[in-house]
C-alpha cells in the first residue's frame, strides 16, 4: 500500500500546526489606513556640504533615516515605523498622529545646529544671501557655516546679529532634553549635554564672551538652527572672563512652549541629517474611518464567505463541506503566514485577502469536476479511483492557473507602493496558501471521506454522481460554441470600440497618485450639499478645486497644490454649513512621485502582457498564448473603458484591480487551454475545433461555479465594503464576467484560428508505437517502413 496518503497526512497536520502557533502568538500589524495615523514619504536630494558634493545614495538615505528615527523616538509617537524604499526615499509611519503638519515640520528639518561669537549689531538687513558676508573667506574646516553671517536678532525686532566663525555644531551634543524651569521663571527651555571636545568649545566661546563688558553685543553667543537664530543669551555676569561656563552643559531660553521645546529638544537630539529631504507623499487617515473599513470588511468577508460556502456545499455536497473547512484552514495557513512574515494588513490586503479565499475555491472545483467527470465516465462503484483521478488530471491546471496569477501579484508588490503593495503582498501568500489548501489538506480529507463504508454504500452524498444543472444543460444542448467565431470578433469588437470611446470622449478621472496633488476627505457633523461645500470652498479662495461626495455623506476635495495652512482654511470655510469638520483621510502626492506612479503602473500593465505571453509560450504554443494574452488585453480594455463612462477614479487602488484581472483573465483561459492539450495528446487526429469545443463544455461548470464563488465575495465586497472598496469591488466584478466570457469569445477562437493556420510540427510517436496506431511495432521494422507519422 502506498505510504503517500500518510505522508500527505503528516504534511497537512504539520502544516495547521505551525500555523495555528504563529497565528496564536503572533499579534496582526495593521497599516495606517485601518488604524490611523499619518505615513510620509520623504525623498533625499544632493546637497553641498562644506563646499563638498554629497549624493543622495542608499548609504546616505540611511544615515538620514537614523537621524530620523531618533527625532521621531523623541517625539513620544507609539509604536512609530520608519523604513528605506530604494535609494532616495524614506517612509515614516506615524500612528494615531492625525495633524501632520508638527510633525512634517520636525522630521523634516535639516536641523544643523551652530553655536557662534556674537561680534556686532547692525540695524542694516543683509542681502539675498545672508548666510554670507562678501569679502569674507570661508573656513572650511567647519560644517557650511563658519564665515561670518548676518541674521535677524530674535531679541530685538528689525536688528541683526553679525555672527563669527562657528565654534561648535550639533555633532557635539550629547543630549538634549525638554525642560520646565520653575525656579527662575524661565518656562520651557532646552537642556543641552555636550561631549567632551564641545565642552571644551562651549568654555571658550563663553569665556572669551564673558570679557566683554555687560551689554555689549560681544557679551552675547548665538544658537543658529537652520540659518535661523533660536537663541542669542547674554553671558551671564557671574562667569569669569576666560573660563567660560564650564561642567559640559547649557540652556536654551527663547519663550517657548512645551511642544516648541519638545520639538526643538527631538531636533537637535538627533543631529542634522546628512542630506536635504523634502516630503513627496504624505497620508492620514482618522481612526475612525479605519475602524468602519475593518468592520465593513470583515461583514463583507463572512457574508460573502458564508454564501460561498453555501454555494459548494450545495453543488458537491459532502466533497463540498470538506472544501469548506479545508477554506477555513486556508484562512488560518494564509493569516499565519502573513503575521510570520511580519507583513502590514492594508485596507487592499484585505480585499486581497477575502478574495483570495474566493480564488481558492477554484483549485476545489477544479478537482472535484475532474473527479465528476471520472465518475460518470467510468460508473466505477469505487470512489477513491475517481477522486485520485481527478486530483491528479486537475494538477496541470491548478499550477498554471496559479502561476499565472502569482505573476500579476508579483508585480503589484514590485511596482506599487503605498496600502496597494500590501494588497500583492496578501493575494501572493493566497495563492500558495490555496494550492496547500486544495492539493494537500482536501486531498487528504477527501481521501479519509470517501473510504469510510458510510459513504461507500451512499455514493450520491459525496456529489460525485451527481451531473449537475450546467452539464446537463450542456449535454442535451451540445452547443458549436467554438464554430461561431465571426460572431464572437464581431461582438468583442463592438464591445472595444464602445470602450475606446468612452476613454476617448469622458476620459480618465486620474486619481491624485497619478497626477499629483492633494486630495483630502472632510466628514461634517451637519449634512452639507455637494453644491454648498463647493461654493463655500471656492469662496475660501479655491475655485479650481473638485469638491465631491465621498460615501456616507462625506465631502472630498481635491485640488493640484495645497498646503497645510491652506488645507485648515477649506476646513474652517466647510465648518460654516456642515458644524464640526473632521479630517477623515488625507492624501497628498508630489508632481515629481505622480509621474513616477504613473510611469510604473504603465510598466507594470506591459511587463504584465510581456510576461504571461512569454509563460504562456512555454507552457503551450504561441499561438495559444497569443490568444490569452490578446483576450486579456480585451478584458482590461473593457474595465478601463467601463471606468471612465461610469467616471470612477482611476487610482492605485484600480491599478491593483486591473492586474488582479489579469491573472484571473489567464487563469481561466489557461483551464480551457490545458483541457484542449490533453485531449489532443489523447486523440491527436480529432479535428482541432470540434477538441476546442468539446474542451469549452466539460470546463464550462468548472468556469461558472468559480466565477460564482469569487462573485460571491466581490458582490459582498461592493456593498458591504464601504466606499473605499467599492470601485475595487466593482473593477474587479466587471473584469470576473468579461473574463468569463472572453475565453469562450477570444481566445479559443483566436487560439484554434492561428493554430489551423501555424499547424505544430507533428509529433514522432514514441519507440513502439505502429503508424496506424493499432499496437506495438518493433523498432526494426519502423525504421524499414520509412514511414513518417
Known amino acids: 500500500m502506498s505510504r503517500a496518503p500518510l505522508w500527505r497526512a503528516i504534511i497537512a497536520l504539520g502544516v ?17 489606513d485601518l488604524r490611523g495615523g499619518t505615513q510620509i514619504v520623504l525623498e533625499t536630494k544632493d546637497s553641498k556640504n562644506s563646499g563638498k558634493l554629497v549624493k543622495a545614495d542608499a548609504d546616505s538615505t540611511q544615515r538620514a533615516l537614523e537621524v530620523l528615527r531618533h527625532r521621531v523616538d523623541a517625539l513620544g509617537v ?26 512634517a515640520k520636525v522630521i523634516g528639518r535639516t536641523a544643523q545646529l551652530t553655536v557662534h561669537p556674537v561680534t556686532g549689531v547692525t540695524d542694516k538687513k543683509p542681502g539675498k544671501n545672508p548666510d554670507k558676508t562678501p569679502g569674507r573667506k570661508t573656513d572650511e574646516k567647519a560644517d557650511g557655516a563658519d564665515a561670518s553671517r548676518v541674521l535677524p536678532d530674535p531679541n530685538r525686532p528689525g536688528a541683526y546679529l553679525t555672527l563669527g566663525p562657528a565654534v561648535l555644531t550639533g555633532d557635539g551634543v550629547r543630549e538634549a532634553r525638554a525642560v520646565l524651569e520653575q525656579q527662575n521663571l524661565a518656562g520651557w527651555t532646552v537642556h543641552l549635554g555636550f561631549r567632551d571636545s564641545a565642552s571644551t568649545a562651549w568654555a571658550q566661546v563663553t569665556g572669551k564672551a564673558a570679557c566683554a563688558a555687560q551689554g555689549a553685543p560681544e557679551r552675547r553667543v548665538a544658537i543658529v538652527l537652520d540659518g535661523r537664530v533660536i537663541s542669542a543669551p547674554d553671558v551671564d555676569a557671574g562667569v569669569h572672563c576666560g573660563t567660560g561656563i564650564t561642567g559640559g552643559s547649557t540652556q536654551i531660553t527663547g519663550g517657548f512652549d512645551q511642544e516648541e521645546a519638545k520639538n526643538l529638544a527631538a531636533l537637535v537630539k538627533g543631529g542634522a541629517l546628512p542630506v536635504p529631504v523634502h516630503v513627496v507623499e504624505q497620508r492620514t487617515v482618522g481612526p475612525t474611518l479605519g475602524s468602519e473599513a475593518i468592520d465593513a470588511s470583515a461583514r463583507a468577508a463572512v457574508i460573502g464567505l458564508a454564501l460561498t460556502t453555501l454555494f459548494i456545499i450545495v453543488v458537491y455536497r459532502l466533497l463540498g463541506a470538506l472544501a469548506a473547512l479545508a477554506l477555513a484552514l486556508y484562512g488560518l495557513i494564509s493569516y499565519a503566514a502573513l503575521v510570520a512574515l511580519g507583513a502590514t494588513f492594508t485596507l487592499p490586503g484585505l480585499a486581497g485577502f477575502v478574495l483570495a479565499v474566493g480564488m481558492a475555491v477554484d483549485a476545489n472545483v477544479l478537482v472535484f469536476e475532474r473527479a465528476r467527470e471520472e465518475y460518470l465516465g467510468s460508473r466505477s462503484t469505487h470512489l477513491d479511483r475517481p477522486v485520485r483521478t481527478g486530483f491528479a488530471n486537475a494538477w496541470s491546471a491548478v499550477i498554471d492557473s496559479n502561476v499565472t496569477t502569482l505573476l500579476s501579484a508579483g508585480l503589484l508588490f514590485f511596482f506599487a507602493i503605498g496600502p496597494v503593495k500590501g494588497f500583492g503582498v496578501t493575494l501572493s501568500v493566497g495563492v500558495l496558501a490555496s494550492m496547500v489548501s486544495a492539493l494537500i489538506i482536501t486531498r487528504v480529507l477527501a481521501d479519509f471521506a470517501v473510504r469510510r463504508r458510510f459513504v461507500r454504500k451512499r455514493p450520491a452524498l459525496t456529489g460525485l454522481t451527481a451531473t449537475g444543472r450546467v452539464r446537463s444543460w450542456l449535454a442535451r444542448r451540445n452547443p458549436r460554441l467554438v464554430h461561431h467565431r465571426r460572431r464572437w470578433f464581431g461582438a468583442s469588437a463592438l464591445l472595444i470600440v464602445v470602450a475606446v470611446a468612452g476613454i476617448a470622449l469622458r476620459g480618465l478621472d486620474f486619481g491624485v497618485e497619478f497626477t499629483g496633488g492633494r486630495l483630502v476627505e472632510y466628514s461634517t457633523s451637519r449634512p452639507v450639499q455637494v453644491d454648498t461645500a463647493r461654493e463655500a470652498v471656492a469662496d475660501a479662495g479655491f475655485p479650481r478645486a473638485v469638491v465631491q461626495e465621498s460615501g456616507d455623506g462625506d465631502i472630498s476635495v481635491r485640488t493640484e497644490r495645497l498646503s497645510d ?53 512555454v507552457r503551450f504554443r504561441w499561438t495559444f498564448a497569443t490568444g490569452a494574452v490578446t483576450a486579456m488585453v480585451h478584458d482590461v480594455v473593457l474595465v478601463v473603458g467601463l471606468f471612465a463612462w461610469l467616471g470612477r477614479p482611476v487610482d492605485s487602488v484600480f491599478l491593483a484591480a486591473l492586474l488582479t484581472v489579469i491573472g484571473y483573465s489567464v487563469n481561466d483561459t489557461v483551464v480551457v487551454f490545458d483541457r484542449v492539450r490533453e485531449s489532443r495528446r489523447r486523440d491527436p487526429r480529432s479535428p482541432l475545433f470540434a477538441t476546442a469545443n468539446k474542451a469549452v463544455i ?77 499496437g506495438p511495432l518493433d523498432r526494426k521494422r519502423q525504421r524499414d517502413t520509412g514511414a513518417v507519422v
Open 565 to 617: 495652512d491652506e488645507q485648515q482654511t477649506i476646513r474652517a470655510a466647510l465648518a460654516e454649513p456642515g458644524g464640526e469638520v473632521t479630517v477623515e483621510r488625507d492624501e497628498s502626492i508630489g508632481p515629481s512621485l505622480g509621474d513616477e506612479m504613473r510611469h510604473k503602473a504603465l510598466i507594470a500593465l506591459g511587463v504584465a502582457v510581456a510576461a504571461q505571453l512569454i509563460y504562456l509560450s
Open 78 to 103: 507609539a509604536e512609530p515605523s520608519l523604513t528605506r524604499s530604494g535609494d532616495k526615499r524614506i517612509i515614516v509611519e506615524l500612528p494615531g498622529v492625525q495633524d501632520p503638519r508638527e510633525a
Open 16 to 32: 495547521i500546526a505551525v500555523s495555528l502557533y504563529f497565528a496564536l502568538t503572533q499579534p496582526a500589524r495593521l497599516g495606517l
Open 698 to 774: 466539460q470546463t464550462l461548470p468548472r468556469t461558472v461555479n468559480t466565477g460564482m464563488g469569487a462573485l460571491f465575495v466581490l458582490a459582498a465586497l461592493a456593498v458591504l465594503g464601504g466606499d473605499s472598496l467599492a470601485d475595487f469591488s466593482v473593477a474587479l466584478i466587471a473584469g470576473v464576467l468579461v473574463g468569463m466570457a472572453s475565453t469562450v469569445s477570444v481566445a479559443v477562437p483566436l487560439a484554434t484560428t492561428l493554430e489551423e493556420r501555424w499547424p505544430a510540427p507533428p509529433r514522432r510517436p514514441r519507440g513502439d508505437v505502429r503508424p496506424d496506431g493499432a
